[in-house]
Each structure stands twice: as C-alpha cells, then as structure tokens.
C-alpha cells in the first residue's frame, strides 16, 4: 500500500547502543518521511552501520526506541523484535559488504526475498496444489520484474556469486525490494563503485523510490550522489548526531567540514 | 577371480551403502544448516524401527496383508519420528542456539543416551524378532542370489526419497530458504526467511528419511534392539563425513562408498572386521582429503 507524502513511516528516538564498555552510538534520533530519501552520513566508525543493524534487529539497542508506521496499518515499536519480523513489517536493506546467497542462481536470490511474502509449504508442494502453482509463478514473474528494474533481467541463470561487484550490488537492491518493503535500507550502496556505475546507481535509487514507493535510507561515502538525491542528511561522528538539515546547509555546516577535514588551523 | 562373487558383494554393499547414505542425509542437512552433529539422529532411526515393529504387530493381528501391514507402519514410523526430530530440536538444541558451539554437541550426546535408555526402559533391552513383511517375488527368483526382494524394494524406495528430497531442495519454497539458511543465516532472516521454522524443517525431514531407513533395515536383517540406533549412526556419520559432511551429494556417496568397502571388507578378508574397513576407510580419507570427498576445503581467516 502506497504511503501519502509527508506520512512519517519511521522515527528513531534516543537510540544508544553499547558493546561491553563502548558507547558504537550515543543518543541518535531521527524521523523519515514518506517519498523521502534520507541519507546518513559521518566520518569511518562513526556508527551509522550500528544504527542500521539496530532498526533491522540484528541487534538489540541499550537504549531508545525505534518505531515504525507502516502505511495504512498500525504503528509498531519494534526494538527487541526478530530481523526476519522486521522485515515482514515492512523495511529491507543491503550490506556494505555484499551478502548474496552465492551458490543460488540470480533469479533464486530474488526469489528468496518473496518468501515472507509467499506462504506455500511442503505439503503444498507435495501436492502441486493449485494456490502453491500459482503462487510460485507470481514470485517468478515479480522476481523477474525487478531484475529488469535493476538490469539484470538478463543474467538471472548465473550463480551470483559470478556477477561483476555493481551488478551484486544491483542485485542485493532487487533482492530487498522483493520483500515488498515500504522503507529501504542501503549501506554503502555507491562502494567499489567506478564513476559510471555510481551514476547509473543515482539514477536507479531516484527511480525505485518513485515507481516502488519507498522511502529510502542511505548510508553513503560518496558526497556527489549523497548531495544529488538527498532530500534530508543526518551526520554523525564518534556515535553523536552532530548536524541535520538540507544538502545545501550540510555542506555549509562548520562543523560537518570540521568532522570531515579535520579543525582548521589558526597561524 | 570369481567375478560373480564379486558382483554379489557389490549389490549388497549398495543396498547397504543406499540405507547408510538415507541416515546420512540427515546428519549432513542439519550440519549444513546449523554446523552440529546431531548424535541423537540414529536414535531417531531406531525409535523409527520400534514404532514400525509396535503397529506391525497390532495389524497383523487384525489380519491385514503384508505389504499393507508394511506401508501403514512406515507411515507411522515417520510421523512418529518427524514428531521426535522436532521436539528434540525444541527442547536440546533450540536453547543452545546462541551458545558456543560445544554445548549443543554435548546435548546431542546425551539426548542421544536418554533416547536410547528410554527405549530400553519402556520397551525391552533384548532383540525383538521383526516379521517378514514382504513375500519373495516371483520375478525376482533368477536373481534372488544377488538381490532379495527386500533389497530390490529398498533400492527402490532410497532412490525415489533421493530424487524427492532434491526436488525438495531444488525448487519449493521452504527448500530454498534451507539453501539460503545455510549459505547466509543472517542474511536469510533479514530477508523474511523465518530462520527457527526452516531449523524444524530440517530436522523433520532428516529424521523421516532416518525413519524410512530404520524400516528398510528391519525388514532387512529380521531384529530389532534399542542400540541399532548407535551403530546405524556411528556409520551414517562416518559416511556423512566421508563424503564431506554438510554436502548433500557427498552423503549419499560416502554411504555407497561406505558400503561397498564394508562388504568387500567384509566378503573377502573376514566378515569380523566389517567394522574395521569402516573406520579404517574413514581415517584414510580424513588423512588424505579432510573435507571428504566432495566437501570444499573450509577458508579460515585469522
């Protein structure tokens, strides 16, 4: 179900998240809205995988709550809850370092994503009763439908493990907008990337929000296609929100170029 | 050379290395999935045997036919046995999940005793004699010198669980999210996959095959006893192992293979040293390729 602009689907409030006696992150919080694409950004270490891996599930936040409102259903506090829940809830993401199934084929990759979205069991297929036929050509024909989406319509027999980096960085996409998911999650999307292949990604992050509706959080390193797509920015740095705003008034901010290029030296 | 003995060694040694590979599967799907050795699994297998041997009883006193008899206890044998697979992932190895990587073994072992006790407790410590369920057929006489009836139904029958369980594997649903289960956990659950469900899968389906081999093997060798289960695994491990364990393919080699040198072990030196071939092959293959057969050399990065 389609989100109405300016519908906020997620809000992160007063999230800490320590391991042992380090502090990864410190009191972060922030909103996403529907149609938006929010990008998180901060120096190396700054925490902001830690933050995805908190509202993804994979791991349990000290501190804070995270909340999401799917779209036409009721709004969920879902720190605590179990990844693949998260996930049927509605929000997906991709790695840093790609994380493909590596000995499934292209197709099956994709085909995974519709799981929590299928319900047909053994027994079912067992019997090649009609709902289970049915319901495995409807996964095929939407799997295929994002890999052409994202360009690899074409390669969807390969192994994944024998697709060029941008191409299993594609695919990841493809697999996580298989779960039907309201909110999209990309860490590093951009990484390993050549220019030509950055651009390309531009374009498809700009499109998929449009023509999937999601809403897309992004975590990136690469300040062209950060400042192109990006309605909002939140930066961090040692684990602390230090600066949110437009592009515009995040470049212009003293202290995200501080956190970036270092203080500025007074002769 | 007396090739026709040799010949008759060979079918039997595939007959028993099809049935050693059955129990196989199971311990390498739940290796694949979750990195532990289930030793409880032959349990699995023997309590599969006993349930058999119980309904066998009840129906051939009410006086149905063997084949019939046959069917309705393995149908039994393997709800049964799906019910033990699953409970017993429940209760010793759900708990441990998160915990290092020896507990679980350690809880397997001792399910594996509490099992075996169980059964001796409530039924008896002795063997149990299992009827003969299935009348020799008539087309099978030529041959009767290499392969009994019983054998020809349990090629039969390890063939057709095969293809299905890849079939399973390959193309359904919850056989994809196994594969995926195993290749990434993490990422699997970040996908929608229900990582706990797809845990009990593997261990029902594991202990049904494990239940149909504990039929097939009743049948064969005529007795029953609460320890089958031991031995019967001891060897489907090392057949798991021999063809590399976590590798679906390997186990159903390495239980021919298996097999094969028990009996030409066995047909040729002395039948008292079955077990020796055995374990002897299991050491040299563990000395020459450790990943077994068709297992891929484990990377560690340090």
């Known amino acids: 179900m ?17 391991f042992g006696g380090l502090r990864a992150i410190d009191n972060i919080g922030f909103e996403l809205f529907a149609g938006e694409i929010v990008a998180l950004i901060g120096p190396n270490g700054a925490g902001k995988t830690t933050v995805f891996n908190c509202i993804t599930g994979i791991y349990e936040p000290t501190m804070g709550d995270v909340t999401i409102h799917p779209p036409g259903g009721t709004c969920r506090r879902i720190n605590g809850m179990k990844p693949n829940s998260i996930t049927s809830l509605g929000m997906a993401r991709t790695f840093q370092n790609i994380r493909l199934f590596p000995a499934m084929t292209v ?33 095929v024909d939407k799997s ?19 697709l060029s980096y941008g191409a299993q960085r594609r695919l990841e996409i493809a697999r996580a907008l298989a779960t039907d998911p309201f909110l999209l999650l990309l860490d590093e999307p951009a990484a390993g990337m050549n220019p030509q292949e950055t651009h390309e990604l531009d374009e498809l992050i700009v499109r998929i929000r449009a023509e999937e509706q999601v809403a897309i959080l992004l975590i990136e390193h690469d300040m062209k296609l950060v400042m192109n797509i990006s309605d909002r920015i939140y930066v961090m740095e040692y684990g602390k929100e230090i600066a949110q705003g437009t592009p515009r008034e995040i470049k212009e901010n003293p202290k995200v170029i501080e956190a970036y290029l270092g203080e500025e030296v007074h002769a | ?32 999935i979750i990195q532990l050795i289930n030793f409880a699994h032959g349990e699995v297998y023997m309590i599969g045997a006993f349930v058999a041997f119980i309904v066998t009883g009840v129906l051939t006193l009410s ?40 507990s679980p073994l350690i809880s397997a072992i001792g399910a594996s005793i509490f099992l075996m006790n169980f059964v001796q407790l409530v039924q008896t410590p002795d063997f149990l004699p299992f009827p003969e369920l299935i009348s020799d057929f008539d087309f099978m006489e030529p041959i009767s010198r290499y392969l009994s009836s019983v054998d020809l139904i349990i090629l039969i029958v390890t063939t057709v669980t095969m293809i299905a369980l890849t079939v399973l594997i390959k193309y359904t649903r919850t056989g994809k999210a196994m594969r995926a289960t195993q290749q990434d956990m993490i990422m699997a659950r970040l996908s929608g996959i229900n990582v706990d469900r797809v845990i009990s899968a593997t261990f029902i389906i594991g202990s049904v095959l494990a239940a149909i081999a504990g039929v097939l093997i009743a049948s064969r060798t005529g007795q029953i006893n609460s320890a089958i289960g031991f031995t019967a695994g001891l060897k489907a491990f090392t057949a798991a192992v021999l063809g590399g364990i976590g590798n679906i393919p390997g186990a159903v080699l390495g239980g021919l293979v298996l097999g094969i040198a028990e009996t030409l072990g066995a047909g040729y030196i002395s039948s008292a040293y079955e077990d020796v071939f055995a374990f002897g092959l299991l050491v040299l293959i563990l000395t020459l390729r450790p990943s077994g057969l068709l297992g891929k050399a484990v990377k560690q990065k340090v």
């Open chain 1, 107 to 139: 197709l099956e990759n994709v085909m995974i994503g519709r799981h929590c979205r299928t319900g047909s069991t053994i027994i079912d297929a067992i019997l090649s009763s009609r709902r289970s036929r049915r319901e495995e050509k409807e996964t």
């Open chain 2, 1 to 32: 050379m007396d090739f026709e003995y040799l010949f008759e060694l060979l079918c039997s040694g595939v007959v028993k290395g099809s049935i050693y590979a059955l129990i196989a599967l199971g311990y390498t799907m739940v290796y694949g």
């Open chain 1, 2 to 18: 389609a989100a109405t602009k300016g519908e906020k689907l997620l809000e992160v409030s007063g999230l800490s998240m320590d």
């Open chain 1, 144 to 162: 295929y439908r994002l890999l052409q989406k994202v360009g690899l319509a074409d390669v969807a027999d390969e192994f994944s493990r024998n």
């Open chain 2, 63 to 102: 006086g149905h036919s063997g084949l019939t008899v046959l069917l309705l206890a393995a149908l039994a044998a393997v709800i049964y046995a799906a019910a033990y697979g699953y409970t017993l992932e429940k209760i010793a190895y759900r708990p441990l999940r998160n915990a290092p990587r020896l």
